[in-house]
């Protein structure tokens, strides 16, 4: 009856061609809605949202789906809120190298938007083909080439955002130098939409680069201690490598065929700097090495393949296998031993691991996949072996069953208060994304 009086009031904001009933809302990954909308103008969010507000109805949101497993306890909202049809270049200033983009645009078709002026966004997040902007700029995604472009909190030099009453407000600008006050985009970055529902997003841009190249090395014989004096070494360099990655042997195997730890080396310039770059790195590495160098179209063929390997909430595992991604954040080098616990939980556990982790900024990403009482061990061994590191770990992605049994932020931090203070003067009624952040805002 509820269900039926919810589907009535939405058809006076929305055409019921964009009104959805779902009958099975209980998703695998949780976060869904038993009524979904799909709005396809800023005036019609803010409408599903004041009428959500003022009925006290939940809503969950959504853009291509990828992340419906990262953090969440709620199993079904009243409303999910697609921002799916909702995409469209808003305002390109090609001279100026600004983008303004609807928020439900996947992250490839601004990018190819982009590409005939020679023009990109400097991110490289997962599933680039599934993944709107919007959600990235919600999780805060980002990849291996942070190192080289920066995050989105680096990106982002505008918002504009929905509140849960359904009012609007705008944040930062469309010029890359804003002044004036508080840098308020940085709020929303990574709120994983608990404070508003992002509509616009401008981003300041950087050229394509002229010339791209990517040295795989690979250490079979090589020590923890040699591939250790290596990465120092190029990282007191001049070199400005744009990625400088570490894969576990199970990652470096499915991708390049070698099962032994590899470091991944990005780089992006004009032709000459880059094979000086080369030269440089082939002159340092060690001897006992396997090195291969992809350039070009090759580099980026690597790359397509490894944005796509990340568990996501588009895609249910089969037969009785889990998957689960888990973000660690330690100290630059300790990434190498992050990785290094990566290979002997793998064999602890009847798991399939793939990790890579950032030399440059200390970020880890750890897919796993296996039996769901094995990949919940497995998390909680990470996290007692990165608190000692005095690093921090985040689970991305989990199915909702299990996301009752794990913490997926990992408990509240010393500022809580101030988090919940916020959620609490912007989102009173607890409308948007409930339970999906740190500490259950």
Known sequence: MLTAEL????????????????SNPGHYFGNGGQCHVFPVSEEEISAVLKYANDHRKKVAIEGGGTKRGFGGLTKACDILLSLANYKGIVEHTAGDMTLTV???????????????????????????????????????????KRLGYGSARDAVIGLRIVYPDGSVIRTGGKVVKNVAGY?????????????????????????????ESLILISFPNGSDEEIRQFVIRLLDSTMEPVSLELLNPSLSARLIGRKHNTVAISLEDVESSVYYQEHYIKSIKPADTDLQVLQQSAARAFWDQFYAIAPNGTRTPDGNSTEAAVKI?????????????????????????????????????????????????????LRDYVSNLSGYVVVK???????????????????????????????????????RFVGGI
């Open 329 to 381: 954040g330690v100290v630059n080098l300790d990434v190498l031993n992050v990785i290094k616990e990566s290979v002997l939980l793998q064999e602890s556990y009847n798991l399939k691991i793939e990790a890579h982790g950032g030399f440059g900024h200390g970020l880890c990403h750890i897919n796993l996949s296996g039996g769901s009482e094995d990949v919940v061990a497995a998390i909680d061994q």
């Open 183 to 211: 840098d308020m985009n940085k709020l929303f970055i990574g709120a994983m939409g608990t404070l508003g529902v992002v509509s616009e997003v401008t981003v300041k841009l950087r050229p394509i680069a002229k010339f």
């Open 7 to 22: 589907l009535t009031d939405l058809k006076a904001i929305l055409p019921e061609e964009r009104i959805m009933m779902d």
């Open 397 to 435: 992605h989990l199915p909702f069953a299990l996301r009752q049994q794990v913490d997926v932020w990992g408990g509240k931090p010393s500022y809580f208060f101030l988090l919940e203070g916020i959620k609490e003067k912007i989102d009173p009624n607890r409308v948007l994304n409930p339970n």
């Open 102 to 144: 609807k928020a439900g645009t996947t992250f490839k078709e601004i990018q190819d938007y982009l590409k005939p002026y020679k023009q990109r966004i400097a991110l490289d997040p997962a599933l680039p083909e599934l993944a709107t902007i919007g959600g990235i700029i919600a999780a805060n995604e980002s990849g291996p």
